[in-house]
């Protein structure tokens, strides 16, 4: 479906100039799949935990976690094929279950990059300055938050610049990534084999891969964990505009880097729980993505300076490409008339949203600076937050599928399972998981900070807070221009665009 030029007709958006039309290819698209995902910051950031609440089966929760992404990435393949859409979740959910739901599914995704983009340079610069050798710096708070709004700007420019170059970027910071990942897992296996591990190894066992083996209780807390560490990989999706063969190269790039994912974070989940222990990772839980730079140490001795940069480039690409689904979305919004009109502005020579990216970036600066005025903690508290945004929006995307394509399920097994089945069963896990979530959070003692806001934890007042003000802003636009809410439910039937394959 192209969005470019006038409208369609009654009830679809007026389009102006358009993003720039195969500007990457399906390598491309991958890479920022995969580099939106962080890989060894969610390592760092995740692993830990995982481990103190699972012990050896870490593994297992990993591979568990993988099965609802797998799901919802299906959904978002299915839906890409009749609706190439920047805004994706917002406009496929707008198209199958009504305005109103796609717009709060559209709030969520600008909200996650809002939170979590300071965050992620902040650990880019911290983890630098840390492989350079610049402690003190590292140390210094107006050091290291002035570093990371130069680091947010820097990434923001690159991505008003043009698309082509932010694909150059992200291939050389994912080669970097996996490189240095691949070493550390390489170097950790073979001492935990040879014997010269210098903390408690213990030798890897295919039984880790058993998800229950801890019990149910402690698997639906690693299981929110894992959720946190896929998240991101539907950034390819979001550049299905400018990718070469949109109706199936972002929907494929998003499936293997959810794949390709499993395999790395398998890897060195083994490696680190082989050669650390459990005992060790679990104490030093509390410690995130830190608990990586003692391990390198451990590890690689005075090599440690490959797994500090691994994080680093992990999370500068993850600051970049994290800023992507954001922007594409409130484009997507505004050109259908649900925010702004002036958030849809295309850069005349870059042909990039680059109103909308620049505002992006600006509101994420913004949170990041006041959230740490009040302490470190509420940065991370805040971070938890994301898994309740991650989750209805992921769930809301599976379901909207099954909808999308209800007159079609029963024509083959085929799109029965893959279609109709998969995504609702993944949508079903992550509304089980968003429940648990808002359980856990609920409690003070289970927050970062561990204090109590309005007497419940401050990532499920956060959580609230958000979406109260997505519920006003809706509201507000809803009676200041009500275009888009006069959409039909169902624009485009499936069939008469990509008929499913059988």
Not at 40 to 68: D, E, K, T
Request: charged content about 10%.
């Amino acid at each position: 479906m192209s969005h470019d030029g006038a409208g369609d007709g009654p009830g679809t958006p007026t389009r102006e100039a358009g993003l720039k039309a195969n500007a990457i290819g399906f390598l491309d698209a991958l890479v920022i799949g995969l580099n939106s995902t962080s890989p060894a910051y969610s390592l760092a950031a995740v692993l830990g935990p995982i481990v103190a609440l699972v012990g050896i089966y870490a593994p297992g929760v990993m591979l568990a976690s993988f099965v609802p992404m797998l799901l919802i990435a299906a959904a978002f393949y299915y839906l890409n094929k009749v609706d190439q859409d920047c805004g994706t979740t917002f406009s496929w959910v707008t198209r199958a279950m009504g305005p109103w739901a796609g717009w709060l599914g559209g709030w969520a995704i600008a909200m996650t990059g809002v939170l979590v983009i300071g965050s992620l340079a902040d650990v880019a610069v911290n983890f630098g300055l840390l492989a350079f050798g610049l402690d003190g710096w590292a140390a210094n708070p107006w050091i290291r938050q002035g570093l990371t709004v130069a680091v947010i700007l820097a990434m923001t420019a690159i991505c008003v610049i043009g698309t082509e170059l932010s694909a150059h970027l992200q291939d050389i910071l994912i080669l970097a990534q996996v490189f240095f990942l691949l070493t550390f897992a390489v170097v950790a296996l073979y001492r935990v084999y040879a014997g010269t591990s210098t903390l408690e190894e213990i030798e890897p066992s295919l039984s880790w891969l058993n998800p229950f083996g801890a019990g149910g209780a402690a698997l639906t807390g690693g299981l929110l964990l894992g959720v946190f560490m896929y998240w991101g990989w539907e950034s390819a999706v979001n550049l299905t505009e400018e990718v070469e063969n949109s109706a199936t190269a972002p929907g494929r790039a998003g499936i293997w880097s959810t794949v390709i994912l499993l395999v790395t974070y398998l890897s060195v989940g083994f490696a680190v729980v082989g050669y650390a222990g459990t005992a060790f990772l679990a104490e030093n839980a509390a410690e995130e993505e830190a608990i990586f730079a003692v391990l390198a140490r451990e590890v690689m001795g005075g090599w440690d300076w490959v797994v500090l940069l691994a994080v680093c480039t992990s999370a500068l690409a993850s600051t970049q490409t994290t800023i992507i689904p954001a922007s594409r979305t409130a484009l997507s919004m505004a050109r259908r008339h649900a925010l702004p009109p002036h958030l849809a502005h295309i850069h005349p020579r870059f042909r990039t949203p680059d109103v909308s990216t620049w505002w992006v970036a600006g509101i994420a600066i913004g949170w990041y600076l006041a959230v740490n005025q009040i302490s470190e903690n509420a940065l991370l508290d805040s971070l938890t937050a994301l898994s309740l945004l991650i989750a209805f929006y992921y769930a809301l995307t599976g379901l909207a599928c099954a909808v999308y394509y209800r007159r079609h399920l029963m024509e083959s097994p085929h799109n029965l399972l893959l279609i109709g089945v998969g995504p609702v069963v993944g949508a079903g896990l992550l509304i089980w998981l968003l429940v648990e979530s808002i359980g856990d959070m609920s409690n003070p003692e289970n927050s970062a900070s561990g204090v109590s806001w309005l007497g419940l934890g401050p990532p499920l007042v956060i959580g609230i807070a958000i979406a109260l003000v997505g519920v006003l802003v809706m509201c507000f636009w809803r009676v200041r221009d009500g275009r888009f809410w006069q959409e039909r439910r169902t624009v485009v039937d499936p069939a008469l665009v990509h008929p499913p394959k059988r």
